[in-house]
């Protein structure tokens, strides 16, 4: 009988069938959060980790918005308009 899949499962799924992302910037990481995103990369058995950082802040971003468009002024970008 298969294993029930949990919330991470789900969202791990998610962010493997994630297309957006470009992961072409480089992104610089406290060394033992970085070990912990390698680690979930593993075990939620995600393709790239970058979909799994980018996830993360797009979230960040999205429900900090208003207080992002204060602080930057409404300057242009994907996340901001």
Same mark, same amino acid.
């Given at each position: 009988?298969?294993? &029930?899949? !949990?919330?991470?499962? #789900? +969202?791990?799924?998610?962010? !493997?069938?994630? %297309?957006?992302? $470009?992961? @072409?910037?480089?992104?610089?990481? %406290? ?5 912990? /995103?390698? =680690?979930? =990369?593993?075990?939620? &058995?995600?393709? =790239?980790? $970058? #979909?799994? +950082? *980018?996830? /993360?802040?797009? !979230?960040?971003?999205? %429900? #900090?918005? @208003? *207080?992002?468009? =204060?602080?930057? #002024? @409404? ?7």
């Amino acid at each position: 009988m298969p294993e &029930e899949q !949990n919330e991470f499962d #789900n +969202i791990m799924q998610k962010i !493997n069938d994630l %297309d957006h992302f $470009s992961g @072409n910037a480089p992104v610089y990481l %406290d060394k033992d959060l970085h070990e912990v /995103l390698i =680690k979930l =990369k593993v075990a939620g &058995e995600l393709k =790239k980790v $970058s #979909n799994l +950082i *980018s996830y /993360l802040v797009e !979230n960040f971003i999205k %429900d #900090n918005i @208003n *207080s992002i468009h =204060k602080t930057l #002024n @409404n300057k242009k970008n994907r996340y901001l308009d």
